[in-house]
């Protein structure tokens, strides 16, 4: 079955580089493309970008400059790297399976504070 | 990048009514709009796709339509379980989504 899982640390420093990691299972990333979303407490969801199953990424124009998605196909792995950390990130980050998202994962709730 | 206004913010319904919730976006996004639910605590659930198209294990009582820039999903004869936030997703391009409703019992 499909799954996706998110990791990475809780607590982040403001001006400081989040750096998670999902891990999927069930599929196989050369075949399917996965997405980054995010959703601060009590609020609605981002859609921030996603790699497409030929590797190419795009990304959510109002964060494209502090954002970055990679994988490694053969740890089943896609990484999210975002910069320049301010209080407004903290949120609950999801990954995805696909452009209209079906699967996701349980999300990892990343708190910018110093 | 396309704008999505969602109505709206919440609704009050009793059990059996047919609620409805209205996504307008700032182009024409030629039916590419989803749907989803989610509930406290958890991750968003897909309900709808390509504005009518039911997922796998969607209740038929779910329903979307519409067309161009216009857009609605309704639930016929709330049930308990339909209590939720739910939020409309274009992407006919860069996706982006509907600020969420939030279906509470009256």
């Known amino acids: 079955q499909v799954q996706l899982k998110e990791s990475g640390p809780g607590l982040v420093q403001p001006s400081q580089t989040l750096s998670l990691t999902c891990t999927v299972s069930?599929?196989?990333?050369?075949?399917?493309?996965v997405s980054w979303i995010r959703q601060p407490p009590g609020k609605g969801l981002e859609w921030m970008g996603l790699?497409?199953?030929?590797?190419?990424?795009d990304y959510n124009s109002t964060i494209k400059s502090r954002l970055s998605i990679s994988r490694d196909t053969s740890k089943s792995q896609v990484f999210l790297k975002m910069n320049s950390l301010q209080t407004e990130d903290t949120a609950m980050y999801f990954c995805a399976r696909s452009w209209v998202p079906d699967y996701w994962g349980q999300g990892v709730m990343v708190t910018v504070s110093s | 990048d396309i704008q999505v206004t969602q109505s709206p913010p919440s609704l009050s319904a009793s059990l059996g009514d047919t609620v409805t919730i209205t996504c307008q976006t700032s182009?024409?996004?030629?039916?590419?709009i989803a749907w989803y639910q989610q509930k406290p605590g958890e991750a968003p659930r897909l309900l709808i796709r390509y504005t009518s198209t039911l997922e796998s294990g969607t209740p038929s009582r779910f329903s979307g339509s519409g067309s161009g820039r216009d857009y609605s999903f309704s639930i016929n004869n709330v049930e308990s379980d339909d209590i939720a936030r739910y939020y409309c997703?274009?992407?006919?391009?860069?996706?982006?989504f509907g600020g969420g409703t939030k279906l509470e019992l009256k």
């Open positions: 790699i497409w199953s030929n590797g190419v990424t």
């Open positions: 069930g599929l196989s990333l050369t075949n399917t493309s």
């Open positions: 997703l274009q992407y006919v391009n860069l996706p982006t």
């Open positions: 182009q024409n996004i030629n039916k590419y």
